[in-house]
């Protein structure tokens, strides 16, 4: 059986969600199941799904995101791919500016022809997080 989109994202029924600039079709790509979706980022989320052209908005929008997500919530980032939308963003930028932010990757996948996306959570406390492309050490 395929996963969907949604499925491989880990979005479980009635989690509370946003989706923040998210293009108009996407919503239709990832088929979310029934959940709550917010309009406006306020209180507290399981999910949150940013869209981003470029670093300048990654790094206004990702520390707003964290600050809402619950402790064992997720926050997926979506990126033009290469090539498209005149991006500065690839996946080694992403993954950098997540660990400026104290978050760490754990899984990255294809949104549509368009959009890549990378999930981010909370470090286990203790855990060093190394790899390429930065290295973040938690308390």
């Not at 919503?27 to 979310?32: D, F, K």
């Not at 470029?54 to 707003?64: D, G, M, R, S, V």
């Not at 402790?71 to 991006?87: F, H, Q, R």
Request: proline content about 5%; overall charge positive; charged content about 25%.
């Amino acid at each position: 059986m395929i996963k969907t989109v949604s499925e491989k994202m880990g979005i479980k029924e009635n989690a509370r969600c946003i989706f923040i600039n998210a293009p108009e079709n996407i919503i239709g790509s990832i088929r979310p199941p029934s959940v709550e979706v917010a309009s406006k980022l306020n209180g507290n989320f399981d999910f949150i799904h940013a869209f981003v052209k470029n670093q300048k908005e990654l790094h206004k929008k990702f520390p707003a995101a964290k600050e809402h997500l619950r402790g064992d919530g997720s926050l997926w980032i979506s990126w033009p791919k290469s090539g498209k939308e005149n991006t500065d963003l690839n996946i080694k930028s992403v993954i950098s500016i997540g660990y400026d932010y104290g978050m760490v990757e754990s899984k990255c996948l294809s949104i549509d022809a368009t959009w890549s996306a990378l999930k981010f959570t909370r470090p286990i406390a203790g855990k060093v997080y190394n790899n390429l492309y930065g290295k973040l050490k938690t308390p």
